[in-house]
C-alpha cells in the first residue's frame, strides 16, 4: 500500500512552509551525497550518521539532528518525502509551523535514542526521516482519524488504486513496525537495514506528543460521521489478498506435509485462478467498465494496463518455469 493524496477535514489552510523546507534541506542534502561518489558518500553518512555507540560514548550529539536529513538511496529519499508530503502538511496546519518543526525534530530524536538503547553497541550509521515522519503519522492518525487516504494498492498481479482511513492505514502500518521491531532484537534475527524500533519509538512520541498538545489547547477533532472506512476497490483487493495467501498457504502446507503432486497441482491451481481473475479484471477496467477491483476512468487504465501485463507475466512463469 502506497499513499499519495488525503482527504482530510478540514483541509490544510495555510501554506506548510516547514514540510517544503525539510522536503527541500533532504533532496538538497541527498544531491550533495551523490555528487560525492561512493566513497565520498559513505565518508558523509559516518560523519554525520547517528551511530549508537558514538552516542553513549558522548561523541557527535549533533548526529541526532543530521542523521535525519540524511538518506541511503533514492528510494529511501523518495518514500519517505512522499509520506511526508501526503500527511506532513496537515499536521503542519493544525500544530501550526512552529509547534511543527519542534515536534518533527524532537521526533527523529527521540527515534533515534529508541534504536540506541535497543543497539547500544551498534557502530553502522543510522540516516534518514523515517523515526521523525513516523511522529508525523501518529499526529495525523489523532488529528484525522477517519481522513480518506487515496492508495496504490499492490498484490501480486493485482493493482489498483483505493481509498482507505487514515485509521486502518496508518494502524496496519504501525502493528507491522512493531512486529518487525520485536522480531529484529531476536539473537536470530536476519541484519536489517530497516530501523523498525526506531519507527516504533518516534510513532509512540508523536502519540503521547501530539495528544499532549491537543489537551494543553482543548483542541477538538472534526466531525468524522458518516465518513467511510475504505472504498470498494480497497475492500475487494484485500479480500483478493487474504484468499490468495489461505489457498497458497495451503498449498505449501500439502507440499510440506509429503504430498508433493497434490501440493503441486494445487500451487498450479491457484496461480491459473490468480492469473484469469487478474486478466478479467484488468481487462473490464481498461475498457472503462466495473471490474473487481473498481473502475478505471482516464489516466487511471493505466494501472489496469500494468495489472494485465502483471497478470501475463505470472503466466509465463507458472507455465514455462
Given at each position: 500500500?502506497?499513499?499519495?493524496?488525503?482527504?482530510?477535514?478540514?483541509?490544510?489552510?495555510?501554506?506548510?512552509?516547514?514540510?517544503?523546507?525539510?522536503?527541500?534541506?533532504?533532496?538538497?542534502?541527498?544531491?550533495?551525497?551523490?555528487?560525492?561518489?561512493?566513497?565520498?558518500?559513505?565518508?558523509f553518512v559516518e560523519r554525520w550518521g547517528f551511530v549508537p555507540a558514538e552516542f553513549w560514548a558522548g561523541r557527535n550529539l549533533v548526529t541526532l539532528v543530521t542523521s535525519l536529513f540524511l538518506h541511503g538511496g533514492l528510494l529511501h529519499i523518495a518514500g519517505n518525502m512522499l509520506f511526508l508530503w501526503v500527511f506532513g502538511d496537515n499536521v503542519e496546519d493544525q500544530l501550526g509551523h512552529g509547534t511543527f518543526a519542534l515536534f518533527y525534530l524532537a521526533s527523529g530524536m527521540v527515534a533515534n535514542v529508541v534504536f540506541a538503547v535497543a543497539f547500544p553497541d551498534s557502530t553502522q550509521p543510522l540516516v534518514g526521516a523515517s523515526g521523525a515522519i513516523a511522529g508525523v503519522l501518529a499526529a495525523y492518525l489523532l488529528l484525522f482519524p477517519r481522513a480518506m487516504v487515496r492508495t496504490l494498492?499492490?498484490?501480486?498481479?493485482?493493482?489498483?488504486?483505493?481509498?482507505?482511513?487514515?485509521?486502518?492505514?496508518?494502524?496496519?502500518?504501525?502493528?507491522?513496525?512493531?512486529?518487525?521491531?520485536?522480531?529484529?532484537?531476536?539473537?536470530?534475527?536476519?541484519?536489517?537495514d530497516v530501523a523498525f524500533l526506531a519507527h516504533v519509538g518516534g510513532f509512540v512520541f508523536g502519540l503521547i506528543a501530539t495528544g499532549t498538545i491537543r489537551e494543553v489547547r482543548d483542541q477538538s477533532l472534526g466531525d468524522w460521521s458518516g465518513r467511510r472506512w475504505w472504498s470498494r476497490s480497497f475492500r475487494n483487493w484485500l479480500l483478493v489478498a487474504v484468499v490468495v495467501t489461505v489457498l497458497l498457504a495451503g498449498s505449501q502446507l500439502l507440499l510440506s506435509g509429503g504430498e508433493a503432486v497434490t501440493g503441486a497441482l494445487a500451487r498450479l491451481t491457484v496461480g491459473a485462478g490468480v492469473v484469469a481473475l487478474a486478466l478479467l479484471d484488468g481487462v473490464a477496467r481498461l475498457l472503462g467498465r466495473r471490474g473487481i477491483l473498481g473502475t478505471a476512468p482516464r489516466a487511471n487504465k493505466l494501472i489496469a494496463l500494468a495489472q494485465i501485463l502483471a497478470a501475463l507475466g505470472l503466466a509465463g512463469t507458472l507455465f514455462t518455469g
Open positions: 500500500m502506497l499513499p499519495y493524496a488525503d482527504e482530510p477535514q478540514p483541509s490544510a489552510r495555510r501554506l506548510p512552509v516547514v514540510t517544503l523546507a525539510i522536503i527541500a534541506l533532504c533532496i538538497a542534502v541527498f544531491a550533495q551525497e551523490v555528487s560525492l561518489g561512493q566513497e565520498g558518500a559513505q565518508a494498492l499492490a498484490f501480486g498481479p493485482f493493482i489498483t488504486l483505493g481509498r482507505v482511513s487514515a485509521a486502518i492505514l496508518i494502524g496496519f502500518w504501525f502493528l507491522l513496525q512493531v512486529i518487525q521491531g520485536a522480531i529484529s532484537v531476536l539473537p536470530i534475527a536476519p541484519e536489517s
